[in-house]
Structure formats: structure tokens, C-alpha cells
């Protein structure tokens, strides 16, 4: 899998691109750790947190090693017009305009979409940014993926941070949609159908003449949900649909602009998969079996047709149509038509609405649609995340029921632990928001294969993914961690059960206190019943969810020696790495003690027996039996040694030697 001559990804010919000191003739390849030089690291909100850090790494008044590449732009606690938030926000853009940065203040839109809008991010390039939704990026034919706040601090100060490159998947697009059928239902429908792990941690490669039928609209859609399928990048090929779209942006009337776009055109092929690349895992899915669909409540996972739904007459308590994910100028337009001139938002139902951008704000009114939805009942919010990540005006009270255009409906997210939450197409949500049910548009025409069995309209073929060979333990790595084991009888544990949106932007919160959150939104209880050294157990997609570091640093506050899942986000991994914690995948492990919960089936947190770590064995013992696992890599063993990523760039910056070399 490794041969160095064989035909590359699209992944791997971007990574190779961004990735100094490797060469044409030895390419990166599939399961390999580089260091990335990416062309451009976006941090919002979070980039009160990320200045710290660099200013630790580099020193207070120490100079971004390429102020070209950070991008910030205000967006998610917006709404938050407190003394304490108000001058958060006005030290990061102090710290933007002394470094001379570029600086999107609250209210000019969505990071994600400020990015595109900007121009920047271009076919061929790695764009990362500290947000799980960084994906969207890959609709460009570049290959976005998230990092995290401690990697934004390192690439202020020394341009480059270390990535591994995923197992490669290939989701082939065959047919075209249905009228009343969209980019959000095509990956509600794949996250239906392929939810054991086909995505999880990998770089997603989208093929098919199903591609050419798609907007950038419905690609921006899709791959910024592959984040929610579990996938790390969603790459999307530079087609004619892409090169049209590109010339026609207002920035592409300048000379420059064109030829820039032209010089990609004709160097497409560096950055495009080659026609016999192998890749780990094939998937297909023809999309002329794709219907309107609805997802929930509060899990990505379950998802039916949404004439199926509707006939149980679910009533919404609110409706939104907002997000990074599906509020651009094509999403208000389409709820706009659903409405027409005459229908009007449900008596009790709050439907908010917020673009995705000003940009896109002032071209929905200039077109007459966002006042069109102004005057059916729906309640205009300023541009930027607001109820989408529970902050702000509209969110979910205790027992309310809601559908929404976002990207998340996940316990708690958007509101109260026991409100329940749907996701669905921009339609679906206008059309609930009329009817003050979960329903499907009127006017849709649902082919009628939304009636046959699931999942006959697709085929997929698995291959084994990559299996690290044992390595050594490196100096100063512990040869055995030993503890009581504490259970988390639940599998897709997200960060938002982990360390909940309430306290996620509070920078006045210490490492040292964030473990009294810990899994709060979760369940409470594991408070109670945690103790320091416990060795966490959890099931699988462990982590999914958003970037945010506190998800990892609150269980280490909270004094969990190690965390054990079946499977497990990359990105939060990545996230335990970065701050010296222990995390590791043995499925075998956690399936025996995760099955201890089946004669408590309420219970979310069960202490369990004790466990031996042996890393040097690559093994691990309890109850009596052994579980193996794949040991860490020397890159991992490495960040655990030094206490995390930060200490590991300070001793380089100190030393004058490269991130990780």
C-alpha cells in the first residue's frame, strides 16, 4: 500500500504539494505522518485561545512566521454582547491589525463561507482550519481538513504542523437527483446507509458523471457534512461546473483573476486522483434514488424518507434555516419558494433565519427573498453560527421539538438535553415550518423509491483498511499504565456530550477547572463517579463532533489517566495528542465491557474492572483474558514524552529545528 511509484490519490498529490521535504520522487503516501506547510489556517472565535498558545510557543512579542496564511473571522458567539465578550472580540482583532492579519469582524459572515468568499481557498490547496467544518473546503477541489487550536498556534509561529494522512475512500455519485432532492439529502442519505465506520477518519474522494449534475451549492453542502459521516476531508474534482462557477465570482473579472483560475485549469492533473489510484474503501450511490430525507432526533445516524415521517405528525415547536451548511443564496431561495407569496409560518412555530454571509444576506434582499420570508413569520438573525451551536436567541427550551437546516442535531447542541432535534433540507424545514409538523414539501416530485427497502439502491465494496505494524517505545514512554476502568455505555459520544457549547468560548474557565464539565451534557452523573486515574472506556466514533480542545483536556483535567474507545475521532485524538493524553483504539476491549450496560439499559456511566495497559505488548488485560491493540505511533509516543505539542514546539523553536523533523 505504501509503494512510493504506485498511482496517488487526489489527497496525496495535495498533501505533496504542502508537505516540505518530501519529494517528487519519494511522495508522501496513505498512512504516512508529514509536517504540512498549508497554504491558509482559519480560527474564529476560538482565536482568543489560539493566541496564547502562540505567544507561549513563540514569545509575547514574537512575529507569525507568515502572516499570509492565518485568516480569523468572528462567528460564533456573535449575539454575545457582554463587557467580557465584547472585549474578547476586540483583543483578537488588536492582535490581528498589529501582525497585519487578515480580520473578518462579527457580522461579516461564517468563517467557512467567508473563506470561499474571499478567495481564499483555490483548487489544489490545503486549507485547514480549527473547526470540524473545514471540509466544506474540498467542494473546491481543495483539500480542507481540521486542525486544532494548539496546531493553529504552531502554524503562526513556524508555518507547518504534522498530519496523517487517512485511509483513502472513493464515494462514487451515479444518475441525478430528483426534483425536490438536494446536496443535504445526499449526505443524510449516506450517513443513513453507511453509518459502521466507512467514513470515520478518512479522506473522501467523490467521483461519478453523478458529480457533474451537482452545484458547488449542494458540494459545499455535502462536504461540509462529511464531517458529520466521520470523515476528516471531502475532495470534490475541478470539473467545468467548478471552473464556471470560479469565473463567474466577481474577484475573477480581474485579469489576474483569470488567469489564475486558467493556470489552475490547466494544471489540474497534479492535484487530481490518478485513473488506477487505489484507495481503501469504494462506495457508490446512485442518486436517483435519493429523496427528501429527515434525520433524528439528535443522532446523524437515523434518517428516513420525510414523506415517511410525516405521516406521524410530529409537531416542531421551532425551525431554522441558518448555518455554514445550508444558507447560502440557493437555500433561502428554495425555502422562499416553498412559502410562495400567500403561506405563512404555523401558528406556535418560531422559524429563524440567518445567512450564511452578509454578502449573501444583501443579495437575498436585493432578490426580494428575504423579505419574502420576513413577511410569511420568520425572525431575521444577524450572520453567523448563533443557534446552530446552542448560543444566542431561538434556541431549544426543555421538551421542545425542533427541525433544522444545520449541520448538528446532537443532544443538547442547539439547546436543552431533552429537547429532541431533526435536520433536514432547507425545504423540508420551510415546508414544517408551514404545516407546524415535520412534512415534505408539497411540491416536490419524491421518485417512488423512497418506499423500497433501504439501502437496495446502493453497493459497496470494503477492502481491509491500513494496519500499523508494531513499533517500539520510545525513551520516557511509559511501558504499563494500570487503573480502575470507567464505562461510557454509549457509542458516537460527541464533543458536545464531552464539554458542552456553554462553556466552550469562556476563556476565563482554567484547564485546572474545565474537568468539573467534563461530560456534563453526557451525562451528569459520570461526576459523581469518576475518580483521578480512572482508565476511560467508550464505544465507537468516540469524539465525533466538533474541534474543540476542551473535549480532550477537560478528561484530563478531570485526572482520566487514559481513554480507550472502540473507535474514536481522529480529530479528537489528534486534540489528546496535542495535550499530552493518552488515547487509543481496541475495539475487542470495549465491545466486552461497553455489553456489560445491555441489564442497565438507562444507565450512561458504569465503573468497571480494572485494567493493565501494556504498550510494549501492544496488549491490554482485564477480566482475566487480553485484548490487543495497535501500539502508538512514535509521532504519538513522542507528544505523550513531552507533555504535548506546545512543549514539543517550544524545545524546537529553541533549537532552531523544523515541526517534527
Known sequence: MNDRTAP???????????????????PPRGGDFVSIRPRHVMTHDNTSAVIPKFQSLAGPDAAIFDPTQPVIAIDHDIQNHTPENLGKYAAIRRFAESHNLRYYPPGRGIAHQVMIEEGFVRPGDLIVGSDSHSTMYGALAALGTPVVRTDAAAIWATGETWWAIPPR?????????SAGSTGKDIILTLCRIFHQGEALNAALEFAGDGVASLSIDDRMTIANMSTEWGAL?????????????????PAAGAAAGWAEIDRLWNSRDSFSPDPDAPYDRELTLDLTTVTPHVTGPNNVWRSRAAAEIETEQIRINKAYLMSCVNARLSDLEAAAAVFGDT??????????????????EEQARARGIWQRLINAGAIALPSGCG???????????????????TNRNYEGRMGARDADCYLASPAVVAESAIRGVIAAPRHANTPPSHLAPRGTALSRTTTAPLTAAPRPIIDGFPAVIRGRSIILTRDNIDTDGIYGKDVTYRDDITRAEQGRYALLNYDPAFQTTALPGDILIAGRNFGTGSSREQAATALQSRGIAAIIAASMSQTFQRN?????????????LADVLTARAADTPDTRTLTGP??????????????????????????????????GFENLIRDQIAAKHGVLA
Do not use: M
Open 8 to 26: 496517488r490519490t487526489a489527497t496525496e498529490k495535495i498533501v505533496a504539494r504542502h508537505a516540505p521535504g518530501w519529494t517528487a520522487a519519494e
Open 169 to 177: 475512500v472513493r464515494v462514487t455519485l451515479t444518475g441525478r437527483l
Open 233 to 249: 476531508a471531502a475532495w470534490f474534482p475541478f470539473d467545468e461546473t467548478l471552473r464556471d462557477w470560479l469565473l463567474a465570482r
Open 343 to 360: 403561506r405563512r409560518v404555523a401558528p406556535g412555530v418560531e422559524f429563524y433565519i440567518a445567512a450564511a454571509s452578509a454578502t449573501i
Open 387 to 405: 443557534a446552530c451551536i446552542g448560543l444566542g436567541r431561538g434556541t431549544l427550551r426543555p421538551g421542545e421539538v425542533g427541525i433544522s437546516a
Open 576 to 588: 489528546a495528542f496535542n495535550n499530552g493524553v493518552l488515547a487509543l483504539e481496541c475495539p475487542s
Open 610 to 643: 480494572d485494567l493493565t495497559i501494556d504498550f510494549a505488548a501492544g496488549i491490554i488485560r482485564a477480566l482475566e483474558r487480553e485484548f490487543r491493540f495497535t501500539p502508538l505511533s512514535e509521532v504519538a509516543q513522542r507528544l505523550i514524552v513531552a507533555g
